[in-house]
């Protein structure tokens, strides 16, 4: 069974940084799987917003592009976001999984990111 765990959020202050971390476990094909980071900000719909290929292809929504950037680690089979720049429309619980497109896993907690003026 696939587990999905997120860690890394927290509360900041307007353009100050974080780094979240998503480790999976219970999947054997995890340096070929493509993975994601989505995000549920309040009273919207979850959203993805960065991706990265088993190759390593990284894409991103609009609203992160250039500020986010997604990597993994195959050896600890971990995917982490780096966010800077943080703005108030950031304060979302954020998620990992792999992509729309790809086999959904079970969610998991999520990380909720607090960002304040």
């Known amino acids: 069974q696939v587990q999905l765990v997120e860690s890394g959020g927290g509360l900041v202050q307007a353009g100050e940084s974080l780094k979240l971390s998503c480790k999976v476990s219970?999947?054997?094909?995890?340096?070929?799987?493509?993975m994601a980071w989505y995000r549920r900000a309040p009273g919207k719909q979850r959203a993805l917003i960065a991706s990265?290929?088993?190759?390593?292809?990284?894409n991103y929504a609009q609203s992160v592009e250039g500020r986010f950037t997604i990597t993994r680690d195959n050896a600890e089979r971990t995917v982490y976001l780096e966010m800077s720049s943080l703005k108030l429309d950031d304060t979302a619980i954020y998620y990992c999984?792999?992509?729309?497109?790809?086999?959904?896993?079970?969610w998991g907690q999520g990380t909720q990111v607090t960002v304040s003026s």
């Open positions: 990265i290929s088993r190759a390593g292809r990284t």
């Open positions: 999984n792999q992509p729309y497109g790809r086999y959904l896993y079970s």
């Open positions: 219970g999947m054997n094909n995890f340096d070929n799987a493509d």
